[in-house]
């Protein structure tokens, strides 16, 4: 976020130069600054909707091979305590909030089973919306997607899934 986690105007963001908006959002796609710069171009964005359009659209035209980079450098899914602490402050927030901190042993362990057996499988970690979502949907959900026979599906259930959380990010970050 900005220093001091001051929203930004969409007015003051249409202004910035290359560098200063891939400065100012880049982090919004987790280490994909990329995304920003690739919709810079689109300026001037009319609201915020307009501006995660430009960004996604960029993550959607990128090669099949750089949408799956972009998500390998993601992390996995993650219970254990110290490995929330050490998450970006937005990644530690939506682990949080879903309860992943709060996870049995037991239930770490299933969870971490279901995450490594998803990225054994289709090449990505198994990226999923936080928000409004609980451990046991968050399993359901993974379960549902380990079954899947199809890498083309899992990346477009993914994408999806960026899309959300991104959304999520910008509206508290742009006003």
């Known amino acids: 976020m900005t220093p001091g986690d001051q929203r930004i105007p969409l007015a003051r963001l249409n202004d910035m130069s290359r560098s200063e908006f ?25 609201d915020v909707g307009r501006l995660h359009d430009a960004m996604m659209r960029a993550l959607k035209e990128a090669d099949r091979g750089d949408q799956i980079e972009f998500l390998r450098g993601h992390p996995d899914m993650q219970a254990a305590p110290e490995a929330i602490e050490a998450m970006t402050p937005d990644s530690r927030r939506e682990h949080v909030s ?12 299933r969870l971490e089973n279901l995450v490594g057996g998803y990225r054994t499988r289709f090449g990505f970690p198994f990226i999923a919306a936080l928000r409004g979502r609980n451990a046991a949907e968050i399993f359901a959900l993974a379960e549902q997607h380990l079954g899947n026979d199809s890498t083309d599906m899992e990346l477009y259930f993914a994408l999806g899934e960026v899309a959300k959380i991104t959304r999520i990010r910008l509206d508290k970050l742009v006003s």
């Open 22 to 46: 891939v400065e100012a959002i880049g982090q919004v796609f987790q280490y994909a600054p990329w995304v920003a710069l690739n919709a810079w171009e689109g300026r001037p964005f009319e």
């Open 98 to 109: 879903a309860g992943l901190d709060r996870l049995s042993v037991e239930q770490r362990r």
